[in-house]
């Protein structure tokens, strides 16, 4: 009977520990272990440098295709969003023939792309830069051809969609499937939607809203962003692919994915002035860039990181073709945001691909890179590695001033987790230094509280440590639980007066929700593909948050309307009654027992993902 106190009050234990966490979610701080989060730069030097990289790859595309010959077609797209960005940056038109000429050959050879809904980027990203009115017309017509295969919340009601000749679910981790659109156009039995593709729609419906203030454009991207945040966002990463036929993912990970997301919800909620987009928005960027598979301690991307034991030969590779198309959202969030920290926090992360480029990736004596940015400068030249180094120099131009020519870094942010000796470390380590100080500490102090309970007052640690953290009817004092985002169908039905990006940028968040997520590997289905999961394996821990540090301890700090009920019934001593114990120690179980089993059962914390 001695060791059944004990152990409820460990259980405690479990629940003051996670009351720690959402006070160290979302920190934008710089963290001063990240390598190099400044330059040193000139706008000038920096554009010398990108523009040796386009002339670099440009001379070998074939004028008849328009293509690169060691490039994929998509690729290939994500190569003319690059040139195109850089001109209009430097307010140029340099390559204005090389990117023209391109999509003319590649738009007539392919009938409106084809299949590949990147080359939409591509000529937004020509209008962008030269402000030719049969680029926008383009982009329009892609739109109309791939908008025919979102599916519409009546379609999603009906789990049928014209385009296609089978069933699909109509819910996924009980929300609407309306929003998707389908990846493969030519195949009437294939349901699987792709983040490369709905990233995209809310990309290309963005910015043609942004430029006709057609509210069709807006229900797109709206129903796409809904679609990708209650499917496709696993609470670290947008994932890959989900196929609506059973629910299951591909858990494949890729930067592009996110990269996609993040442009286009940047544009849009800059563009509608959404706060419940600009918050989701910053959700999405504090989980992904704390993602240890995309990014090293030390803030360096590892994606497509190769061995530094001995220099290689990059061939063309996904990854590597589309890895920039990360480096282009985090740009465009740094835009159009108006909150100083986070502009910081995206401008040191750009600043440190940039050096690790420059330091580690390049080729001595030339304007060569590779895909590795932590190491290994490739023997010969690489096309898909030279546009991904690309968008990191487009974004170091536009994060330099032109009137200086030179940036004016602020000195890194101290994280929460710098120590006395001066070092930092990642949020990771924060929450778990964290929680081990607080279990350590209430370890002890519920060993003490056992050694007293065989001395003259048993009961009187008892009832002020423990029984502070519950009400008298057993509930916990104080919860914090943030509603997951829940697909919505549009309600659009005029089209709201845009805003100019660059006149009017982002309203910061008026919260910054908790955004620890988990993730791993999904069970495997007959033939390789993984399988479903279910809504309270998955959906639960991917959007429940603990509850409130701050409300629990000024509770803990105050005796009970119970405790001082039993005070006062001993002559006013505030000394707790032995033969109320029992019923004490019952409330406190019962309020333990109705926890979430991820808790109960020594699973992590919900939405902190694991690989």
């Known amino acids: 009977m001695q060791g059944r106190p004990i152990l409820s009050l460990w259980s405690a234990v479990v629940i003051l520990s996670l009351f720690c966490l959402p006070s160290l979610s979302q920190d934008f701080s710089v963290p001063t272990i990240w390598r190099k989060p400044t330059s040193e730069y000139t706008r000038s030097e920096l554009n010398d440098i990108a523009q040796g990289i386009i002339d670099s790859v440009a001379v070998t595309i074939d004028s008849t295709t328009g293509l690169h010959p060691d490039l994929a077609y998509p690729q290939n797209a994500n190569m003319m969003v690059g040139i195109a ?68 919340p009546e379609n999603a009601a009906s789990g049928t969609h014209p385009q296609k000749n089978t069933t699909f679910s109509q819910m996924c981790n009980g929300a609407s499937t309306a929003g998707g659109v389908f990846r493969f156009p030519d195949n009437r039995a294939n349901v699987l939607e792709e983040t490369s593709v709905n990233g995209v729609s809310v990309c290309l419906s963005a910015r043609l809203y942004e430029v006709t203030h057609d509210s069709k454009y807006a229900a797109a991207a709206e129903l796409a962003a809904q679609f990708i945040m209650s499917q496709l966002y696993n609470g670290s990463i947008i994932q890959d692919t989900i196929n609506l036929s059973n629910c299951s993912y591909n858990t494949g990970i890729g ?6 997301f993040i442009e286009g919800l940047s544009v849009y909620a800059n563009v509608t002035q959404n706060s419940t987009w600009t918050t989701n928005l910053n959700k999405v960027l504090f989980t992904a860039i704390n993602y240890p598979p995309l990014t090293r301690y030390d803030g360096v991307m590892i994606e497509d990181a190769k061995s530094s034991t001995t220099p290689t030969t990059f061939s063309n590779d996904f990854a590597c073709g589309l890895k920039g198309t990360y ?13 100083a920290k986070i502009k910081n926090f995206l401008q040191s992360y ?16 030339t304007n060569q890179f590779s895909s590795s940015w932590p190491g290994t400068y490739p023997l010969n030249l690489d ?16 994060l330099t001033p032109a009137s200086n020519d030179t ?49 003259r007052r048993p009961t009187e640690l008892l009832s002020r440590s423990s029984l502070s953290l519950i009400s008298e009817t057993g509930n916990l004092t104080s919860t914090y639980a943030i509603e997951p985002f829940v697909a919505q169908s549009p309600t659009i039905t005029s089209s709201p007066t845009p805003r100019d990006p660059h006149s009017e940028k982002m309203r910061p968040p008026p919260t910054q929700p908790n955004s620890h ?10 033939g390789g593909g993984p399988a479903p999961r279910s809504r309270a394996e998955k959906g639960t821990r991917l959007h429940q ?22 005070g006062q019934s001993q002559g006013g001593n505030d000394v707790a009654d032995p033969s109320q114990i029992p019923q004490l120690i019952h409330t406190l179980n019962q309020a333990l027992a109705r926890l979430p089993p991820a808790l109960v059962d020594g699973e992590n914390p919900p939405e902190y993902m694991t690989m």
Request: proline share 4%; with cysteine.
């Open 255 to 260: 930067s592009y994915n996110t990269g996609f």
């Open 85 to 152: 960005t850089h001109d209009a940056l430097v307010a140029g038109s340099k390559n204005q023939g090389t990117v023209t000429g391109s999509l003319q050959a590649v738009a007539t050879l392919n009938h409106l792309f084809w299949q590949t809904h990147q080359w939409s980027l591509a000529v937004q990203a020509a209008y962008r830069a030269y402000g030719r009115s049969d680029s926008l017309n383009l982009a329009m017509s892609i739109w109309d051809a791939l908008s025919v295969y979102q599916i519409t």
């Open 350 to 365: 750009l600043f440190v691909q940039l050096n690790a480029l420059l330091d580690l990736a390049r080729l001595p004596g």
């Open 407 to 455: 940036i004016s870094s602020p000195p890194p942010e101290t994280s929460l987790a710098s120590s006395g000796s001066g070092k930092s470390t990642n949020v990771g380590l924060i929450v778990g230094v964290t929680i081990a100080a607080i279990v350590v500490l209430v370890a002890l102090v519920c060993g003490f509280l056992w050694w007293r309970r065989r001395g």
């Open 383 to 398: 096309a898909c590695s030279q546009f991904a180094a690309l968008d990191v120099f487009n974004a170091a131009i536009g």
């Open 545 to 566: 948050d603990p509850v409130s540090l701050t409300t629990a301890i000024s509770n803990r700090d105050q005796p009970s309307s119970h405790s001082r009920a039993v």
């Open 327 to 339: 480096i282009r959202g985090l740009f465009e969030m740094w835009t159009r945001s108006t909150d």
């Open 517 to 526: 997520g988990q993730s791993d590997t999904s069970p495997q289905m007959p």
